[in-house]
């Protein structure tokens, strides 16, 4: 139904002004006023004016309302996306230095603790070593120990293998190593 009166108000639209140049087609005086002309034109304008203040204005107002605030909502959200991207922005690059500043610990962490493992080889090793040494030293001593024990055994059968044959006389085995013995313990006593 709209679309049937905008068609016939179109068509009254451009019919007017033809039909009234019909019966001036004749004389053509544009200085002079034509008085039927100038009543059927703002007729047709104000039929026209008034249909499309009735039909056409209000819908195109709104489109253009509509649009309009579609575009201000547009701006406000691309403000508030460009707002949170700051934001998110800001974040991250805190994070990332967060991020660094932690590698920047755990790098200083692990060195320590690399410091502190090594310094602790080097006692362990050095431990090992006092304990060796130590361990070698009581094995030198029970070695020197028992080498002069055999060289004491040895010097007391010698001596009484020497003093036998001075003597010529065997005395008892038992007892001339108990006296040489006690006389021998008496001399690394001294």
Not at 17 to 25: C, D, I, T, V
Not at 68 to 76: F, G, P, R, S, Y
Not at 163 to 183: P, T
Request: hydrophobic share 50%.
């Amino acid at each position: 139904m709209r679309s049937m009166f905008s068609r016939a108000v179109a068509l009254l639209a451009i019919a007017s002004p033809l039909l009234a140049q019909e019966h001036e087609a004749a004389k053509v005086d544009l200085l002079s006023p034509a008085t039927g002309l100038m009543f059927w034109t703002l007729v047709i304008f104000l039929v026209v004016f008034f249909v499309l203040a009735k039909f056409a204005f209000g819908p195109i107002v709104a489109a253009v309302s509509a649009r309009e605030k579609a575009l201000e909502d547009a701006t406000a959200m691309a403000k508030a996306d460009r707002e949170e991207a700051a934001t998110l922005l800001a974040e991250h690059r805190a994070a990332i230095e967060s991020a660094r500043g932690e590698a920047q610990q755990l790098i200083a962490d692990g060195r320590k603790t690399a410091e502190s493992m090594r310094a602790d080889l080097r006692e362990q090793t050095r431990v090992q070593q006092e304990q060796m040494m130590d361990r070698a030293k009581r094995d030198i001593e029970a070695e020197k120990t028992k080498a002069v024990d055999a060289l004491r055994r040895e010097a007391i059968d010698l001596a009484l293998a020497g003093a036998s044959k001075v003597i010529e006389q065997n005395l008892d085995n038992a007892q001339n190593r108990a006296i040489v013995e006690k006389y021998l313990g008496s001399i690394g006593t001294r």
